[in-house]
C-alpha cells in the first residue's frame, strides 16, 4: 500500500470575534503543508474568512481543517478501534461494494446525542477502510475514512446541527441549515483548507426517498462534496484525490460520491 509522506506541515490560527449584534464571527487560518504523494510535491495554504450567517460561535470550538490539513492521515495507522463493524458488503457483479454504517458504531459527538441515523455509499472493492479516532487531527466531526492508494481518498463528517443553529430541532433538513451557496461558503473551507471561492466548479441540487443533497464540484483541490442533514445532524461526504487521481479515476471517483445516501 502506497503512503503519503508528509516533509513539513505548520498550522497557525488567529481568532477575531465581532458582537452578536452585527452577527460576524471571523476565522483566519493559515495552512501550510508540504507533501510528497504519487511523486508530487503539493503546498496547500491559505486565509480562511468564516461567517457565522451559517455558523455563528462555532470558530471557538472549530478543529483543524477537516480534510486537507489532514490529507496524509488518510493513510497513517492509527490502530484498530475496539468492536469496530467493518459494515461492507460483498462485491458486485461489476466489483462495487457497499458501505452502511453499523447501527451500534459509536459517534465522537458527545453524551446525550440520540443515535446518527445510518448512511452509505459504494465504492471499488479494492478500497479500505482507514480506522479513525478521536486523536484524529480532523477532529471527532470525522465519522469515516476510506483510501484507495490507487484511486483517492474519502471522509465523512458527521456534525451536530447544534453547531449551526439552536432552533432546527430534531428534524433538520439541509434547506433549513442554509441554501447551497452558504453551505459550501461555511464549510468548504474547513474540507480544503481555504477560502471557496472561485474554486467551485459546479453546484446542483438532488432529491433521493424525499431528501435534499447539495453537490458540489471544486477545484484547485479537486474534490466532490455531498452534503445533507437528517435528525439533528449535518452530514458532508467527501471525495478526494491527487491531480493524477483525478486524472485517470475521475469517472469512479465521481460514481462514489454520487452514491451517499443517508437511510
Same mark, same amino acid.
Given at each position: ?10 498550522? #497557525? ?5 465581532? #458582537?452578536? %449584534? ?17 511523486? +508530487?510535491? %503539493? ?27 489532514? +490529507? ?5 495507522? &492509527? ?24 447501527? !451500534? ?19 471499488? &472493492? ?63 473551507? +474547513? ?17 433521493? #426517498? ?8 471544486? !477545484? ?24 493524477? &487521481? ?18
Amino acid at each position: 500500500m502506497g503512503t503519503s509522506l508528509f516533509t513539513n506541515c505548520s498550522f #497557525s490560527w488567529r481568532y477575531h470575534h465581532t #458582537s452578536p %449584534e452585527n452577527g460576524i464571527s471571523r476565522v483566519n487560518k493559515t495552512v501550510a503543508c508540504y507533501r510528497a504523494s504519487d511523486g +508530487e510535491t %503539493e503546498i496547500h495554504s491559505g486565509a480562511v474568512n468564516r461567517r457565522s450567517v451559517l455558523l455563528y460561535g462555532a470558530s471557538s470550538g472549530c478543529s483543524t481543517v477537516l480534510g486537507f490539513a489532514g +490529507e496524509g492521515l488518510a493513510v497513517v495507522k &492509527q490502530g484498530l478501534l475496539a468492536g469496530r463493524i467493518p459494515g461492507l458488503s460483498e462485491p458486485d457483479e461489476q466489483g462495487w461494494r457497499t458501505y452502511r454504517r453499523p447501527d !451500534e458504531k459509536s459517534g465522537g459527538h458527545g453524551v446525550g446525542w440520540s443515535p446518527i441515523i445510518p448512511y452509505a455509499f459504494s465504492i471499488p &472493492q479494492e478500497w479500505d477502510e482507514v480506522p479513525v479516532s478521536i486523536a484524529d487531527l480532523g477532529g471527532t466531526e470525522i465519522d469515516l475514512r476510506f483510501a484507495s492508494p490507487k484511486e483517492g481518498r474519502l471522509f465523512v463528517i458527521v456534525a451536530p446541527v447544534l453547531r449551526f443553529a439552536d432552533n432546527l430541532g430534531d428534524n433538520a433538513t439541509i434547506e433549513k441549515i442554509g441554501p447551497p451557496e452558504k453551505v459550501i461558503n461555511a464549510f468548504g473551507p +474547513e474540507v480544503i483548507g481555504e477560502n471557496v471561492e472561485g474554486k467551485v466548479l459546479s453546484m446542483e441540487v438532488a432529491e433521493h #426517498s424525499g431528501r435534499t443533497y447539495y453537490q458540489y464540484e471544486l !477545484e484547485p483541490p479537486h474534490v466532490l462534496i455531498t452534503a445533507t442533514a437528517a435528525g439533528n445532524r449535518f452530514y458532508m461526504f467527501n471525495v478526494t484525490g491527487s491531480g493524477l &487521481q483525478w486524472k485517470r479515476h475521475y469517472k469512479d471517483l465521481k460514481k462514489i460520491a454520487d452514491s451517499f445516501r443517508v437511510v
